[in-house]
C-alpha cells in the first residue's frame, strides 16, 4: 500500500485527467443522486457543502440552486483558525474564493453552530467503500467530524475515480458510512 503521500499525488494525477465534459456530466449526476437519496423533508434541513476546486464535483452549480429553491439552508465552511466554521449563504453572490481556493461564504455571511448541521457534504481525494477517506492533507474535515456536537449525516462526495481499494488510516481519520459518485450512492461496509 501506498503512504499518504504517494497516494495522493497519484489521485491528483488522476483527477487531473479527467476532462472538463467529464466532470461536468459526472458533477449533474452527483447533483441528482443527492437530491434521491437525501432530498426528502430538506427543507427543513442545514445543509454543509463545499467547492471550488477544480477537480472535484461542482455542487456549486448543480446542486445550490436546486437546495435553495427547496427551501434549504445552505452552509459553506469559512475557515478560522484551522477549524470549519459554518455560515450560511442565500445565492452563489454570497461566496468568494478563499483559502486554498475554495469557495468561502462572504464576511457577512451568519454563522451556524456545528449542531444545528442535518447534512454535511464532505468532499476528499480518494474513499473506501469501506469509508476510509483520504483528505488533502490539512485534517480540517476530520477535526470537524470528530466534534461532539458534530451529529449531522456524512455524506462523502466524489466521482467514481475516486473510489480506491485502499487507504492507510491512522486513530484522527474520520470514516464516511455513504459516498455518492456519479454511479450513485455506496453504502460504506465496514471491513
Not at 478563499?98 to 455571511?109: A, D, K, L, R
Not at 456545528?114 to 480518494?126: H, Q, W
Amino acid at each position: 500500500m501506498q503512504d499518504k503521500a504517494m497516494l495522493r499525488q497519484t489521485l491528483r494525477e488522476r483527477l487531473r485527467a479527467l476532462d472538463e465534459e467529464m466532470r461536468d456530466a459526472a458533477s449533474a449526476k452527483i447533483a441528482a443522486h443527492i437530491l434521491t437519496h437525501c432530498g426528502s423533508g430538506a427543507a427543513a434541513q442545514t445543509w454543509a457543502l463545499f467547492g471550488g476546486l477544480r477537480n472535484e464535483p461542482d455542487l456549486v452549480t448543480h446542486l445550490l440552486p436546486r437546495l435553495l429553491e427547496r427551501g434549504v439552508r445552505v452552509c459553506f465552511f469559512h475557515i478560522e483558525k484551522h477549524e470549519l466554521q459554518p455560515r450560511v449563504v442565500h445565492s452563489v453572490d454570497d461566496l468568494k474564493r478563499g483559502t486554498m481556493n475554495v469557495w468561502e461564504p462572504q464576511v457577512h455571511c451568519a454563522p451556524v453552530p456545528v449542531a444545528e448541521l442535518d447534512v454535511i457534504l464532505v468532499p476528499g481525494l480518494a474513499f473506501t467503500r469501506t469509508g476510509a477517506r483520504l483528505g488533502r492533507g490539512g485534517g480540517y474535515y476530520d477535526r470537524l467530524l470528530a466534534q461532539s456536537q458534530c451529529r449531522a449525516r456524512r455524506l462523502a462526495v466524489a466521482f467514481e475515480a475516486q473510489i480506491i481499494e485502499d487507504i492507510p488510516c491512522e486513530a484522527h481519520d474520520q470514516r464516511v458510512p455513504q459516498i455518492i459518485t456519479e454511479s450513485g450512492l455506496i453504502e460504506a461496509v465496514a471491513s
